[in-house]
Every structure is written in structure tokens, then in C-alpha cells.
């Protein structure tokens, strides 16, 4: 969400963002009604003045002050009325500003317009075809699909044996890692109030994709993002207390609506899913911003590296990284079996945006100035999405899958899986 005198004073930048970003917003009828509301308020403003200037007349029995009163009185609130509809229509239009993305993101409408900006890790080159995941954990018996989808419905899973090991194995060793480089860690609720998603910028576009609980007035989170970032929604922060580094655990909800292919069967796309999501709460200040957001990239390569799995970096289009976003890469992991990578991280630096929508701020040292921070994150590690990845670059010609050296010590040194 972007400050109303940024946008008055830079209506052609807004225009610019907002169809770079493929957003169906019209900036000039956001104006029209800011301008409206601008009135409406001096009316009652005025309204309200004349009316304390009768209330003095009539104590001196001023018949006509009496009559007038009366009328201002109506007028107050018809006008307050029309106040109340127009600032849910200007807050609905609000909500749909965009973050005016970085001079680095490619200018495009989809993910057609993403770049690739670094590839990492060698290709394995296989002496036999290799399977796919789907495959292997038929063979390994490490996962149930079948009698699942039948109590759970579609795009559900169990996973099985030494799988499920090693998808807890996955979470304590991504714990590991951002736990000594400062991250504070938690185990996350999954239900919030629809406040928090507006708060993270969710909603309202990402509706369809959210499961909702409406007797209780609640919806299921697609990430942990969703409850750091309203963990601080209307406070004033220390800036000595900058960075704020969090690292929270949950399970995640997405209902996919609108997905199809062959992603939606195996570990690529499922209903549910675990992930540790990093999260970054720093000054308003744009090269510490960018600081804070190579840091988090680095920490997914840093992951990636020791697990041995070959990724690539890219930079998302303006159409592919959402409304609220100033700057989007995308970390992709190998895939054998199809010869492509699949996308298993995400970071993002959202500078303002959602710190406008839940009130956060931090008071500068120097100035005694109070700011919007900024906040960012990136995917920590999300199961079952990366076990496809690790299965497939570590299978054998038998069908066995090798465990990476980096998670044997959380499993007792367990080789195979």
C-alpha cells in the first residue's frame, strides 16, 4: 500500500506500476474519490463550526439559529454517511496499490518475462533413465497417496518410513542454520483472523487460494510470513533494535485453485505443506533493505550447497511478483526426471508496503523521526516440495535413494533411505 501524497504527487509512476504489475486499478477514479473525501471532510469540517456558532445564538433564543441548527444537524449526518461509503471505496482501492518495483525486475506480464540470474551445482549425468519421484516412492514404499486422497481428498499424502524421518530431519537442520545466523525461531500457529492477510498484502487477491474457517471468522495461513508479520502491527519500534530477524515453523494451507499438469500429483503441489519461512523486520532504508534481502537469498544458497542440490536464481517479471512486492527471486531446484527446475524458495523485499497495512514503525535515533519500517522474506525450507528434488538427485540405477551427507547426522548416519 503506497502513501496517498506519494500517489498524489506521482500519479504517472502509480499508472506506470500498476500496468507493469498487471493490476486491474484505475488510478485516476483513486484520485477523484481522494478528492472527494477531501471535500466531504471540509463540509463537515464546516458544518460542524457553524453549528457550534448557532448552538451560542440560541442560548439568546434565536428562533432562525434554532431552525438552522436543525438543518446542520441533518446535513452532518447525511454527509458522515457518505463519508463512511466513500472510505471503504477509497481504503478497497487502496489496498490494490502497488509496490513500485525495482529498476533490476523485468518489465513483463507473466512468468514468460522472468530472467535467470544465476545457475549453481553440476548436473549429475546418470548412466541409466532417471525415475521420477512419483516412481521412487512407489518402489521405497515412502509415501501413501491412494487410501490418503480417499479420507482426505485430493493432492494429500502421507509420507512413510525413513521419508518421514527425513522431513523432520529437513526442518531441524534448516532450524540450524538460521538459528546461528540470529534468526529467533517459532512454532507457529496456522489459523488467524482475515486482518492479518490484508496485513501481509494476501488479501484480497489471494482469496480463492485461502482455506476459510467462517464460523469462527478465521482462514488457514499458506505461510508463517502471515503471523510474524502482525506480531508487531501497530508498534513503534527502537531503531537499535534493527534488525528484527524471525524464523517461524508451520504448517501451510493453499487450495491451488486454478493450478492443473502433471504438478498436481506427487510432492510439487499439494494442499498442504510444512515450511520454515524467514522473516525480516529492518529500517527504512534502502541500502540496508537490500542488505537484509541478500542475506536471506544467501541463506537458501547456503542451504541448497550443502544439501548438493543444483538450483537456479531468477528475477521475477513485474506480472509475476505480486502487488506488494518491490524486488522477487525465485531459487528453482533440478529435476532429473524432467530435465527442468521447480521452484522451491521465494524472496522478497516488500519495503513498505505491508508495514503501511498493520502500522508498524520504528523511531530513527538522529531524528527522533518515526518511519514505516521495512520487511522482507524468503522461504527458509517448505517439505514436501524439496523431498521431489532431493529424491531424484540422489537415486541409484536400483532405485535406492542416498540421504545427503549434510542431514546423516540427524538420522543416526543413516546412508539410505
Not at 21 to 43: A, H, P, S, T, Y
Not at 272 to 297: A, C, G, R
Not at 332 to 351: D, F, G, K
Request: glycine share 4%; charged share 30%; with cysteine.
Amino acid at each position: 500500500m503506497l502513501d496517498i501524497k506519494f500517489i498524489r504527487e506521482n500519479p504517472d509512476v502509480v499508472k506506470t506500476a500498476v500496468k507493469n504489475k498487471n493490476i486491474k486499478l484505475d488510478v485516476d477514479l483513486l484520485l477523484k474519490i481522494d478528492m472527494e473525501l477531501l471535500n466531504v471532510k471540509n463540509l463537515i469540517q464546516n458544518l460542524s463550526e457553524e453549528k457550534n456558532r448557532l448552538s451560542l445564538e440560541i442560548r439568546n433564543n434565536n428562533e432562525e439559529a434554532k431552525t438552522r441548527a436543525l438543518e446542520v444537524k441533518v446535513l452532518i449526518k447525511e454527509n458522515e454517511e457518505a463519508l463512511k461509503e466513500k472510505e471503504q471505496e477509497f481504503k478497497k482501492m487502496m489496498l490494490l496499490t502497488p509496490t513500485i518495483p525495482s529498476e533490476e525486475v523485468p518489465i513483463g506480464i507473466d512468468a514468460s518475462f522472468n530472467v535467470v540470474t544465476k545457475k549453481f551445482g553440476e548436473i549429475r549425468k546418470f548412466d541409466f533413465k532417471p525415475k521420477s519421484h512419483i516412481e521412487l516412492l512407489d518402489i521405497n514404499d515412502l509415501a501413501e497417496f491412494n487410501k490418503i486422497t480417499k479420507i482426505c481428498g485430493s493432492r494429500t499424502l502421507a509420507l512413510k518410513n525413513n521419508l518421514a524421518r527425513l522431513e523432520m530431519a529437513l526442518w531441524q537442520f534448516t532450524y540450524d542454520i538460521l538459528f546461528e545466523k540470529g534468526f529467533t525461531l517459532f512454532n507457529l500457529p496456522s489459523v488467524v483472523f482475515e486482518e492479518a492477510l490484508y496485513g501481509t498484502g494476501h488479501f484480497p487477491n489471494e482469496i480463492e487460494n485461502t482455506y476459510a474457517l467462517p464460523k469462527d471468522k478465521q482462514y488457514l495461513t499458506g505461510t508463517a510470513e502471515v503471523v510474524l508479520n502482525g506480531i508487531h502491527k501497530d508498534e513503534i519500534l527502537n531503531e537499535d533494535d534493527l534488525p528484527i530477524k524471525y524464523a517461524g515453523f508451520s504448517p501451510c494451507f493453499r487450495r491451488e485453485a486454478g493450478s492443473y499438469g502433471k504438478d498436481i500429483k506427487g510432492l510439487i503441489r499439494v494442499h498442504q505443506f510444512m515450511k520454515v519461512e524467514q522473516f525480516i523486520i529492518t529500517k527504512n532504508d534502502l541500502e540496508e533493505s537490500e542488505k537484509m534481502y541478500q542475506f536471506l537469498l544467501n541463506n537458501t544458497e547456503e542451504l541448497l550447497q550443502k544439501l548438493k542440490i543444483p538450483y537456479q536464481i531468477i528475477m521475477c517479471s513485474t506480472g509475476d511478483m505480486g502487488v506488494g512486492k518491490y524486488k522477487m527471486q525465485d531459487v528453482e531446484c533440478y529435476l532429473p526426471s524432467e530435465n527442468r527446475y521447480i521452484e522451491t524458495h521465494s524472496c522478497s523485499n516488500l519495503h513498505e508496503f505491508q508495514a503501511r497495512r498493520t502500522n508498524i514503525r520504528y523511531r530513527e535515533n538522529k531524528t527522533n523521526k518515526v518511519k514505516f519500517v521495512h520487511t522482507l522474506n524468503n522461504t527458509g525450507l517448505a517439505t514436501p516440495r524439496i523431498l521431489a528434488a532431493i529424491i531424484e538427485n540422489y537415486q541409484e540405477r536400483d532405485g535406492k535413494i542416498k540421504i545427503p551427507e549434510a542431514l546423516r547426522p540427524y538420522l543416526r548416519n543413516l546412508e539410505w533411505l
